[in-house]
């Protein structure tokens, strides 16, 4: 399945900020198991990279992406440790050709219509954008799709529950991105049972 029908189908992406490697695994596999399966490591701890192996190498159905990817060097460090997509917050030509080069999907983050216009001279035609609700939200991504028809996105910063089903609801979303489904009280605590039963709550949602 190709990126794009692959998040499509996934609607809701985890955005994932592991400082405690060892609970990696157990916290993908209830998002796993309440149905949110492309999961994006940020690159913001120590432990990222090697949460992202981790998952990779035990979670099974899991599809894991590496995001808060700011430059080549972490590109091919999340490569190599298994990320499956890259996010980035902002976009930059040299991070696209990177991606190109190691042969994965990148998800440059947007905020204006000069970064989606660099980022279509590059070839790319989906999108994060971020940080949606302070960008102006539903609003502003309902007037880029008029010079952006071809052009997908997927909004972060600011999504939650309230918002999703609007966010979901516009042709040019293609997903969104959130923690809502993680809260750090409930990870730190362990309680992934909770997690799984957000995660499910979410899926439900976004449906």
Do not use: H
């Not at 990222?48 to 998952?55: D, G, K, P, Q, V």
């Amino acid at each position: 399945m190709e990126f794009l029908d692959r998040l499509r189908a996934a609607r809701i992406v985890p955005v994932m900020v592991i400082k405690d490697v060892a609970q990696a695994v157990p916290l993908a596999r209830a998002l796993v198991a309440g149905g949110l399966t492309m999961l994006e490591i940020t690159l913001r701890t120590d432990s990222a990279l090697e949460a992202m192996r981790r998952i990779a190498a035990e979670v099974e159905g899991a599809t894991v992406g590496a995001g808060t990817v700011i430059n080549p060097t972490q590109l091919a460090a999340a490569r190599a440790a298994g990320a499956k997509f890259i996010v980035s917050p902002g976009f930059v030509e040299s991070l696209a050709e990177a991606a190109r080069g190691e042969d994965v999907p990148l998800l440059p983050g947007v905020a204006s219509a000069s970064d989606i216009m660099r980022g279509l001279a590059c070839g790319l035609s989906a999108f994060k954008f971020f940080p949606a609700e302070s960008l102006g939200g539903v609003a502003s991504l309902r007037a880029l799709s008029g010079p952006f028809p071809q052009v997908r996105f997927c909004p972060t910063g600011g999504v939650t529950p309230k918002n999703l089903p609007d966010y979901l609801a516009l042709p040019n979303v293609i997903c969104a991105g959130g923690s809502w489904m993680i809260p750090p009280d409930l990870a730190a605590a362990g309680a992934f049972e909770r997690v799984t039963t957000m995660a499910r709550d979410a899926k439900a949602l976004a449906a």
